[in-house]
């Protein structure tokens, strides 16, 4: 019998209140209208404590989000309609401290005025007591090995060690959001490793460089004869993954229908092989990175709303570089270290106005060009220290720090991820552009064209500028 909710909204009523997170709804005034068996359930209070009352158990102490409901209902003019990731530590009727997480939408009718809002919250207090168990945030800094050589001691980095380490604690689903360059691959993997799952596989897929139709082959795996092309069994992602993590890269790269099969499997644990008829029991703990900002996907209709609030149960942002300048030094002394062991170089440092310049850049590309940059210093410089000159023009010249950060300004995601592996290739040949393309997989000739393009300096030609 197929379901109607226009005929019998108490199936959508039953739906709701069957959902482990808490859902409410407010008017126009802020007083509730609705308070789901989830919510009751976290918080203890019965929707006979709640109807028709004003929004203020959501409002503790230290609330730094469900507070502002009664602006977004004020201001329906506002940029946003949303209030994402809102944090709170309010008081359960017995008396005992909750941390919630969630979000608020505001409800409009068709003539744009706000008739109340909705919102969905998450009890995280296990999270964050497991967390208050972990040793203090010095001995995080140091602990170098278990954080992926993540390297910092600055406030933004300390607040992220906390984090990941949260992550770690439970098989919470995790979105790692942030800019290119800043480090969310090491930031997974160093969620893995100090996870319950460490000693089962870690496996990656970057959503956004598989064509779609072999994206879902790749993820779920096939039987032989599902498709032209299908000659054999294969397994997929999800299964060869099974009791460890999986990491979908570039997640708002992927089509809505695939997003659809994932959110089945992610809910239900289940993954279903193209072409098969059965599906199969999977025990996979997914992590998600992005540099993309998925809420205008959704707001365009590119990303489905149900997926992302998925996805994105537990949010980790990674600080750019230009946040956490004071970490700069720190980083050019771990990468000169790294450089002079795989170059078989004794570098014991950097020079004062190398370094001064350095704090000065603004780090579009973030870490990953600062290490770039160092790696660029060791082809091109010969001396025990690296000066100056021996820095990639843009960073070096301020005035091609302008231009070059005007183009990459007006640049995609993807030309600047393309420049930058141009750009490594060239390094490691020390400018040799057969090579180059050689190791980029390309002609000679399109590498030229690329580099041109793109306006890329070549290695070694700089210095005699």
Same mark, same amino acid.
């Given at each position: ?23 409410? #709804? ?41 507070? #502002? ?16 990731? !809102? ?37 995280? #207090? ?22 992926? !050589? ?17 992550? &770690? ?15 969310? +691959? ?6 893995? =490793?100090?996870?319950? $799952? ?10 956004? &460089? ?74 996979? $703990? ?9 809420? +205008? ?82 082809? #091109? ?14 960073? $070096?010249?301020?005035?091609?720090? $302008? ?33 180059? =393309? ?23 030609? +700089?210095?005699?500028?």
């Amino acid at each position: 019998m197929d379901l109607d909710f226009r005929k019998d909204p108490s199936v959508l009523t039953a739906m709701v209140d069957s959902m482990a997170d808490g859902v409410f #709804t407010v008017d126009a005034r802020g007083n509730f209208v609705a308070w789901s068996k989830g919510a009751e359930r976290i918080t203890g209070y019965s929707a006979e404590d709640v109807l028709g009352k004003p929004c203020r158990i959501l409002e503790g102490a230290n609330c730094k989000g469900f507070g #502002t409901l009664d602006e977004l209902l004020g201001d329906p003019s506002r940029e946003t309609s949303i209030l994402c990731d !809102q944090e709170c530590k309010v008081l359960a009727k017995r008396g005992h401290e909750l941390y919630l997480h969630g979000n608020v939408r505001l409800l409009k009718d068709g003539q744009g005025t706000v008739l109340g809002a909705i919102g969905t919250f998450a009890d995280l #207090t296990s999270y964050v007591r497991a967390n208050e168990k972990i040793a203090v945030l010095e001995e995080q800094s140091r602990s170098r090995d278990i954080f992926q !050589q993540m390297v910092g001691k600055s406030a933004p980095m300390q607040e992220l060690f906390r984090k990941l380490r949260m992550a &770690a604690q439970s098989d919470v689903t995790v979105l790692v959001s942030g800019e290119s360059g800043a480090g969310k +691959e090491l930031a997974v993997g160093a969620i893995h =490793a100090l996870s319950h $799952r460490k000693d089962k596989p870690l496996l990656a897929v970057h959503c956004g &460089a598989i064509p779609e139709t072999l994206l879902e082959s790749e993820l779920f795996g096939h039987v032989k004869g599902a498709f032209t092309g299908a000659g054999r069994d294969k397994e997929g992602m999800f299964r060869v993954a099974d009791g460890g993590t999986l990491f979908l890269d570039e997640i708002g790269d992927v089509s809505p229908l695939l997003q659809l099969k994932l959110l089945r499997a992610l809910q239900e644990g289940e993954v279903r092989r193209v072409g098969d008829e059965r599906a199969d029991t999977v025990d996979v $703990r997914l992590v998600a990175a992005t540099n993309r900002n998925l809420g +205008e996907l959704v707001s365009a209709g590119k990303l489905r709303e149900d997926f992302y609030y998925r996805i994105r149960v537990f949010e980790i942002r990674m600080p750019s570089l230009r946040e956490r300048r004071e970490d700069i030094p720190l980083l050019v002394e771990h990468f000169i270290a790294e450089f002079s062991r795989s170059f078989k170089r004794d570098v014991k440092g950097i020079a004062r106005d190398a370094l001064h310049r350095m704090l000065e850049y603004p780090w579009p590309g973030n870490v990953r060009e600062l290490r770039n940059a160092i790696e660029h210093a060791f082809v #091109t410089g010969s001396g025990d220290r690296i000066r100056l000159l021996d820095l990639p023009l843009e960073v $070096r010249d301020p005035g091609a720090t $302008r231009r070059d950060g005007a183009r990459r300004e007006s640049s995609t995601d993807e030309e600047r991820d393309e420049r930058e592996r141009i750009v490594t290739a060239l390094h490691r040949s020390a400018g040799n552009q057969v090579r180059a =393309a050689k190791a980029l997989g390309v002609s000679r000739v399109t590498l030229w064209k690329k580099i041109k393009r793109l306006e890329i300096p070549i290695p070694g030609k +700089e210095k005699n500028r």
